[in-house]
């Protein structure tokens, strides 16, 4: 009885822990339109933790590893606007409120809604950011995208440059999660 006890007790931790996701590259990018001038940048290194058994999500950016058409555009984000130095990252720390209607075997595209607290420039906001996933091989594709208003999270635009950068910016997410413990 002991035996099984024990064998019991590493197969829940085994399976608990195949319900863990990671990315530490995961595509997080950013477009910016307005009549003067279009603005993208694009950030390769987003990393996310998926635990689809409770269905948390959490994740971070650095934001100096977004990259810019323009090393000025570049320098201008970093120093000047969501100041990189100060606050560093950039967060979500959510949860995938229908995560008991997914099904892991299905193949193709299934909606999915988070709902947590986003963190950008020392700022955090309620948010519900709305999805999709589709599992193949045991990899989630998850893809998203919504709007983030500069103004909510104290980013200041000077001025001289506020026609050239849109007061809605829109972000869009591609994450490709792998098993943590294959």
């Known amino acids: 009885?002991?035996?099984?006890?024990?064998?019991?007790?590493?197969?829940?931790?085994?399976?608990?822990?195949?319900?863990?996701?990671?990315?530490?590259?995961g595509e997080v990018r950013f477009f910016s339109e307005t009549p003067v001038e279009n603005i993208e940048a694009v950030n390769n290194q987003g990393a996310c933790i998926l635990d689809m058994e409770k269905g948390e999500v959490v994740s971070k950016i650095l934001m100096k590893s977004f990259r810019f058409e323009k090393a000025l555009m570049e320098e201008h984000f970093n120093e000047n606007y969501v100041e990189s130095d100060i606050y560093p990252q950039a967060s979500l720390n959510a949860t995938i409120l229908n995560i008991n209607e997914i099904d892991m075997q299905k193949s193709g595209?299934?909606?999915?809604?988070?709902?947590g607290?986003?963190?950008?420039?020392?700022?955090?906001?309620?948010?519900?950011v709305k999805g999709n996933i589709s599992i193949k091989d045991n990899i989630i594709f998850a893809t998203s995208s919504f709007i983030v208003k500069p103004a909510d999270y104290n980013i200041e635009i000077p001025?001289?440059?506020r026609d050239n950068i849109a007061k809605e910016i829109e972000v869009t997410v591609n994450f490709q999660l792998k098993p943590l413990n294959p």
């Open 109 to 115: 595209k299934q909606e999915i809604t988070l709902e």
């Open 117 to 128: 607290e986003l963190s950008i420039h020392g700022v955090t906001k309620d948010v519900s």
């Open 1 to 25: 009885m002991k035996y099984f006890a024990i064998v019991l007790f590493v197969f829940i931790g085994l399976n608990s822990v195949a319900q863990k996701y990671i990315t530490r590259n």
């Open 159 to 161: 001025k001289i440059v």
